[in-house]
Structure formats: structure tokens, C-alpha cells
């Protein structure tokens, strides 16, 4: 046996790889500076428009600073999606990028407001799930857009709990903000320290990985400086993925992962889509009925256990089910459902009719999303016991490839729900992309929509989409049936 030469360094930093992170160092430090010159501060005015941001002293200023800086994170960040030098080089990478925005004020949402107040409400004793924020008296109310302020959470108890607690801590608005965005950072944190590891046992490089899931514009904007609460559901989902992946066929390990799952359920209830792929990574080698009924049992153990206990802790019950109802209040061509109803009603407007489509194509694209979802689990199912029966019956199914397409499928389970949902935000494109980083063969065809995705919200939270509502709708439409006629086309040649 010969005897190990010395470690191997890492390969010498490019020029570009440098000049990738200092552009996009300047990218976020612009970012900040149009974030204190007009973000998502609490006495900005709501129901801006571009217009109206452009003639106030310091809109020019503002969407230039906005601009100029998203297409150097953007540009960045693109320039190096094939792969970093290194994992630790882009942990730095990353670290420096957050910086700024984490000193800046939120931007591009004003959720954090609304978190703020539901934590008020379940502080003050009064049941978020049955009372609105301005029923509640929430003393910051001027600060949450006005839509939201009638509702219901939408969110599970464990970020109730989450939310409490940073109003506890925080004391007034400012400290609260400041809890929640710590909240938010360590649940980037938890899935930091994951994807290393996830990337390991999906057989891709970690610095490829970390860097797509970590380094994106829609990271830094949304889930740093806006503190968006899909930064801890992503934390835990892929704490759980890793724990099944590391000790298949354990049933402490899926106890425990089912917990995970169940608390990242509590969190957001997207997150419920990636637990039966969940179950097919952790199982070992044989992929029987009778196998996979018993990990499911112990995996759901562990789910069901969270969600008893995080309600029960909370007082709660399962009220927060029903305000799921209220998220899709918000109707923007940003989401292809609603996008295809619009289109419709524009249609049936030219006809004289009313044909008030959206609600309809939304309900039949749920009922779709439910037929994806169990389409991409069987195929799955399917591949993984064709991989067990080909490998050598002493070796059974290598475990790279199994947890390659257990991953895989949880990540486009994911693509499928932020596709077909009722409602679609910039933020909601980080539920898949941390999977598809890890997953994924190809990059540009999820990386592109997400970099376009990080153009949508000026600084204080304004939606183009909501000022570009007909030729919005009219191109996601005429996209949508592009990509569905070359899919099909794929389809029929092989």
C-alpha cells in the first residue's frame, strides 16, 4: 500500500472569480444605500408605483442605486453558477454579501411588518388565526400593507412562537425587526451547514452547490435584509433531508428528520411536499412495499409528533390551517394559474363576458399540482427499485444514486408547487433552488427565471408585477404554452 502524498491545494483564485465578488460586494452595498433612501422603512408609503417613487427628492437616487445594484449581484452571481473556487470561498463570498443588508432596513417586502404584528397578536393573548392584526390593536399596524391587515396568519405555530419571542426580545418595532432578521440568518445558518454534506451524498460539488443555494440575489434581498420566515422552513428542510440521507433506515434517524419536516411544516405548509421523497431517502437498499410502509411509520411518527406538540405548546390547536385559505388574497400574473385567468377574463371581456376565471383556474391547477406530485413520487419509486435490481445484489442500490433521485424529485415536487400555486412572490423561488443545486445536471434553465425573479420588488416593496397586470399575464401565458409545447414535443421524440 503506498503511503498518502501531501494534501492536495485548492486550486489559485481567478481574476474573475475575484472580480465576481467584489462586484457583487458593490452590488449589495448599492442595495443598502437604496434600502435607507427608500426601502420598506416603517412610515414609507404604501401603494407606490414607479412613478410615484421616481418624483419623490430621493427616487431617482433610489431606483438607480436599486438597479444598478441588482444587475451587479445578478451578474455576479451568474458568472459563477457553473461552480466557485472553493466551499470556504464562497462561505466568505456569501458572508460579505450579507453584510451590508444586514444592517440595511428590510427591503423589497414589508412582511416583516406583518410578522411583527402577528407575534404582537399571539403576545397579547389574542388568537392570530381567528383575528386580524387590526382587529387585534396591533400598535405598528400603519407599517403592514393593507391587504394583510384583515387576515388571518398564514403561517404555522412554530413562527407564531418564533414571532412572539422576537417581540419579547425586541421590546419596540426596531428591536423586533432586528429579532426576526436574526431568526432569519440562523435558519440560513442551519441550511449552510447542510448543503455541504447534502451535496456529498447527491454526488455534486459542494462549492457549486452552496454557491447557487446560498449566493443568489433572492437570498441576500429577501431572506436577509426582508427576514422572510421561508429562511427557517429551509433551514429545517434540509436538516431533515440531510438526517435521512446520513442514517437510511434508522428509525431514530427518521424520527428525528420526521420532526424536523414537521417543524418546517409548522413554519410554512409548502414544505409538506418534500416528505414522501424524503421517505424514499431514507430508506436502504430494498425498495419493498412492506419496507417502505415502515419507514413512512416511522417518519410520520415524527411528523405527526412536531405538529401535536407545536400546537399544543402554542395553545393554538390547528386554527392556522384555515388561514392557508387567505394566501391567495393577492392576485398577480407572477403565478401561471393566475396569469392564465386573467388572460381568460381579458377574453371573455372582449365578448361582452364575465367569466371571473381565476378562481376556477387556480382550483383545477391545485387539483393538477396533486396529480404532478404523486407522478413525480412514482417515478421516483420506480427508478429507485430499477437502480437496486440492475446493481449487484451484494452491493444493492449504490447510495449517490439513490439519494441523487430522492433529492431530485423533492426539487422539482417543489418547482411543480411554486409553478401551480395560487400565488407567487420573488422569495418563493429559494424553496427549490437549494434542491436543484444539489440535483441538478444543467443549471441556466433555474437559475435564469431566478435571476429574473430578483427584478420584480423595488426597494420598498412595490411589485412591478402589480402595475404591469395585462402584459404580464399575456407573456407568462404565451411562456407557459412555449414550454408546453416543446415538453410535449420532447416527450413524443423519445
Same mark, same amino acid.
Not at 440568518?185 to 451547514?193: K, R
Given at each position: ?10 486550486? *489559485?483564485?481567478? %481574476? ?21 433612501? #427608500? ?22 437616487? !433610489? /431606483?438607480?442605486?436599486?438597479?444598478? $445594484? @441588482? ?33 440595511? *432596513? ?19 393573548? &389574542? ?48 428591536? @423586533? ?25 447527491? $454526488? ?11 449566493? #443568489? ?24 433531508? =440531510?438526517?435521512?440521507?446520513? +442514517? ?5 434517524? %427518521?424520527? %428525528? ?35 417502505? =410502509? ?8 415524527? %411528523? ?39 388572460? &381568460? ?7 361582452? +363576458? ?28 420506480? @427508478? ?19 439519494? +441523487? &433521485?430522492?433529492?431530485? $424529485? ?19 423561488? @429559494? ?24 427584478? =420584480? ?19 407568462? !401565458?404565451? /411562456? ?6 416543446? !415538453?410535449?414535443?420532447?416527450? +413524443?421524440?423519445?
Amino acid at each position: 500500500m503506498t503511503a498518502p502524498g501531501p494534501p492536495v491545494p485548492p486550486p *489559485p483564485v481567478s %481574476l474573475a472569480s475575484l472580480g465576481a465578488r467584489y462586484a457583487g460586494l458593490a452590488g449589495v452595498v448599492l442595495l443598502a444605500v437604496a434600502g435607507y433612501l #427608500g426601502g420598506a422603512l416603517p412610515d414609507a408609503p404604501l401603494g407606490a408605483t414607479p412613478a410615484s417613487i421616481w418624483r419623490t427628492p430621493n427616487g431617482p437616487a !433610489t /431606483l438607480s442605486c436599486w438597479l444598478i $445594484g @441588482t444587475v451587479l449581484l445578478v451578474g455576479a452571481w451568474w458568472s459563477l453558477r457553473e461552480g466557485a473556487p472553493s466551499t470556504r470561498w464562497v462561505y466568505v463570498t456569501a458572508g460579505l454579501w450579507a453584510l451590508p443588508l444586514l444592517l440595511a *432596513p428590510p427591503l423589497g417586502s414589508r412582511d416583516v411588518y406583518s410578522y411583527a404584528c402577528q407575534g404582537w397578536t399571539y403576545a397579547h393573548g &389574542v388568537d392570530p388565526y381567528t383575528v386580524g392584526v387590526a382587529a387585534a390593536g396591533c400598535p405598528w399596524l400603519d407599517t403592514v400593507a393593507p391587504i394583510w391587515r384583515d387576515t388571518p396568519a398564514p403561517y404555522g405555530p412554530v413562527f407564531v412562537l418564533l414571532a412572539a419571542l422576537a417581540v419579547g426580545l425586541g421590546g419596540g418595532l426596531t428591536g @423586533t425587526i432586528v429579532a426576526l432578521r436574526v431568526i432569519a440568518v440562523a435558519g440560513l445558518l442551519l441550511a449552510a451547514l447542510c448543503l455541504p454534506a447534502l451535496a456529498r451524498a447527491a $454526488g455534486v460539488p459542494a462549492r457549486r452547490a452552496v454557491w447557487l443555494a446560498l449566493a #443568489g440575489p433572492l437570498v441576500g434581498v429577501h431572506l436577509v435584509a426582508g427576514a422572510h420566515n421561508d429562511a427557517v422552513m429551509l433551514g429545517l428542510l434540509l436538516g431533515g433531508l =440531510l438526517v435521512v440521507v446520513r +442514517r437510511p433506515g434508522r428509525p431514530a434517524a %427518521l424520527l %428525528l428528520a420526521g420532526a424536523l419536516l414537521g417543524l418546517a411544516v409548522t413554519v410554512k405548509a409548502s414544505a409538506v411536499v418534500v416528505v414522501p421523497f424524503a421517505v424514499l431517502a431514507g430508506m436502504p437498499d430494498q425498495y419493498t412495499v412492506r419496507a417502505l =410502509l415502515r419507514h413512512c411509520c416511522w417518519l410520520a411518527g415524527g %411528523l405527526l409528533a412536531a405538529l401535536l406538540v407545536t400546537s399544543a405548546v402554542s395553545g393554538l390547536g390547528f386554527g392556522w390551517v384555515g388561514g392557508l385559505t387567505h394566501s391567495g388574497d393577492s392576485e398577480q400574473w407572477t403565478s401561471p394559474p393566475t396569469a392564465v385567468g386573467f388572460v &381568460v377574463d381579458y377574453a371573455g371581456a372582449l365578448v361582452g +363576458r364575465d367569466p371571473q376565471a381565476v378562481p376556477v383556474v387556480r382550483a383545477v391547477a391545485l387539483l393538477l399540482l396533486v396529480g404532478v406530485l404523486v407522478v413525480l413520487w412514482w417515478r421516483a419509486w420506480q @427508478t429507485l427499485r430499477g437502480l437496486n435490481e440492475v446493481a449487484a445484489p451484494e452491493a444493492g442500490c449504490p447510495r449517490v444514486a439513490r439519494s +441523487r &433521485v430522492a433529492l431530485r $424529485g423533492a426539487a422539482l415536487a417543489l418547482v411543480a408547487t411554486v409553478v401551480l400555486s395560487p400565488v407567487f412572490h420573488p422569495w418563493y423561488a @429559494t424553496w427549490p433552488l437549494a434542491l436543484l443545486a444539489l440535483t441538478a445536471a444543467r443549471t441556466t434553465w433555474f437559475v435564469l427565471p431566478t435571476a429574473a425573479a430578483a427584478f =420584480l420588488a423595488l426597494p420598498d416593496g412595490t411589485n412591478l408585477a402589480r402595475v404591469t397586470k395585462a402584459p404580464g399575464a399575456l407573456a407568462m !401565458t404565451a /411562456l407557459l404554452l412555449t414550454v408546453l409545447v416543446r !415538453t410535449t414535443r420532447t416527450a +413524443r421524440r423519445r
